[in-house]
């Protein structure tokens, strides 16, 4: 899953902006380069052909975008796959548009009807929903979201860690089948943006609805004008809806609710000293949630209140290691193959890739499927999605990476990759692959379109350069194909961002100071 997308400062009253408003650029600015750029390779390997992969991808979700297009793991099902191909490495260029001086990481990125990019970034002036030209990456329309507390508390008690370990605020967000964003800002409130055109030419941001949750969840939450509240904030991490168009929303201390959109009624259940950071997974048979103690099944009771259908425990470890968020497991559910949905643990030793049976009436002890460790001892976590096709899980290791400030000067993490199949019968899991490939902290993506997987990737460096790679890997055998340089810097750095695959075939990075793209060029 993606973690800790930056906001920050003082924002007045939600505003809407629009490219009429001569506020925005015909072109982006450039994120600037650091020193060294010239001083790397630009591109390694050889263009690739395109393989596609058989088989069907997951169901597509009535209330969502078409898969690819709706939300930060590409579909409700959580597969981070896209029907479309990524750049194959034909003289690939690089744009890029800068969205602020300071931070401005444009995490989810999402794609309207008309192909524009609809996309949250966080800025230290706050978080902004962006319509972006998809060729040009400038700004069409903006939306300005409302503070988050742990700005406040992290410019008031010096630690900025507490901004990289906020998931709130509308990092998760979806698109629904209306080119609707719908997400929860730091208020407690569920809004549903529309995007539209001027007779002028000028687009502009409408809030459609707005579904307070401020009567169930906490939100005594500092904030500018009350630096020490006395009670409790508890922000919103995620939202998706189910398969009968209720909104499910979850929060960081265990809160799980639904809103129905035709009533506005809101039904919730506490899950009693077990957090959620990450977001989650929607299928016809349920809503998967993992906590830092274990994996649910949900439905909901008649008024739609949610209601726990199984629960499986895992090794949650003794502590929370370098390169995850909390002492839990990572991942969004993956929602995959005949029936199985999968997670990692967090194990003290070697993280462990965990595949269960989806099916409700499974016998006592039969839901695990396998249990498969990966990476080396002592140095292995992720905090990012599993990628899964067919009966295939890809996963890497992030274990090192805690913010832009980790891989300073040339640094890097041990990284890795490791593709992992269940077995035709159901009976186990083998490893397929292990790849070396360095991706500190991205939510990697696969085209199935063409075979090859994207990591973003950076290695060590010798003379202290801190060079970024949009790097693809072949999906059937772990082999590096080719990596396209992207910038040098912690500007570059993607901070726990996704790479989206573009309808045009564009490859999508939110790095730390805005959003770059990736596209062949012959």
């Not at 009253?13 to 994120?31: D, H, K, N, R, V």
């Not at 380069?33 to 597509?60: I, M």
Request: proline share 7%; hydrophobic share 35%.
């Amino acid at each position: 899953m993606f973690r800790r997308a930056l906001n920050c400062a003082v924002l007045p009253a939600l505003m809407l902006a629009t490219a009429g408003s001569g506020l925005y650029p015909a072109q982006a600015e450039e994120i600037p380069k650091a020193p060294g750029h010239r001083l790397v390779s630009h591109y390694d390997g050889a263009p690739a052909t395109a393989a596609p992969l058989p088989g069907e991808g997951p169901p597509r979700h009535p209330h969502l975008a078409p898969n690819g297009r709706s939300g930060m793991h590409a579909d409700a099902a959580g597969s981070a796959t896209y029907p479309w191909s990524g750049p194959l490495g034909r003289n690939p260029e690089v744009r890029s548009e800068k969205i602020a001086a300071l931070g401005g990481e444009c995490a989810t990125a999402t794609f309207d009807s008309g192909g524009r990019l609809v996309t949250v970034c966080g800025t230290f002036a706050g978080f902004r929903v962006k319509l972006l030209d998809p060729g040009t990456l400038a700004t069409l329309a903006e939306y300005r979201l409302p503070q988050r507390s742990s700005t406040v508390e992290a410019v008031t008690s010096l630690d900025f860690s507490k901004i990289f370990k906020d998931t709130s605020g509308g990092a998760y967000f979806y698109l629904d089948d209306q080119d609707r964003a719908v997400l929860a800002d730091s208020r407690q409130h569920i809004l549903r943006l529309g995007h539209s055109q001027d007779p002028d030419g000028s687009w502009k941001f409408t809030v459609e609805d707005d579904w307070d949750l401020t009567p169930v969840v906490p939100h005594d939450c500092v904030s500018w004008t009350n630096l020490w509240p006395g009670g409790t904030c508890d922000p919103v991490t995620s939202v998706m809806p189910d398969w009968d168009g209720r909104i499910w929303w979850v929060t960081r201390q265990g809160r799980v609710g639904t809103v129905d959109p035709a009533t506005s009624a809101v039904r919730s259940v506490r899950l009693a000293g077990e957090e959620i950071q990450n977001s989650f997974s929607v299928g016809p048979d349920g809503v998967s949630i993992v906590t830092d103690h274990a994996l649910y099944s949900f439905t909901t009771t008649p008024d739609g209140t949610p209601k726990v259908q199984w629960r499986e425990t895992y090794d949650r470890g003794t502590g929370t290691k370098p390169g995850s968020v909390n002492q839990g497991s990572g991942t969004t559910p993956d929602l995959f193959g005949d029936g199985y949905v999968a997670i990692t643990d967090n194990a003290d030793d070697r993280m462990n890739v965990l595949v269960y049976r989806r099916a409700v009436d499974v016998p006592a002890g039969g839901r695990l499927v396998c249990k498969v460790p990966v990476f080396g001892p002592g140095a292995s976590t992720t905090d990012n999605s599993l990628i899964s096709w067919g009966n295939s899980l890809v996963v890497e290791n992030n274990y090192g990476y805690e913010n832009p400030t980790s891989l300073l000067l040339g640094k890097s993490v041990v990284g890795g990759a490791t593709r992992i199949d269940v077995r035709p019968d159901g009976s186990g899991c083998d490893t397929v692959w292990q790849s070396a490939v360095r991706s500190p902290s991205t939510v990697p993506k696969l085209s199935t379109a063409n075979g090859l997987l994207y990591f973003y990737e950076k290695e060590p460096n010798v003379w202290g350069i801190d060079a970024w790679y949009l790097t693809a890997v072949d999906f059937r055998t772990g082999e590096r194909r080719w990596r396209r340089l992207t910038g040098t810097g912690p500007a570059y750095d993607n901070n726990w961002a996704p790479i989206t695959l573009g309808p045009d075939g564009t490859a999508y990075v939110g790095v730390f100071n805005g959003i770059l793209a990736v596209r062949d060029t012959s």
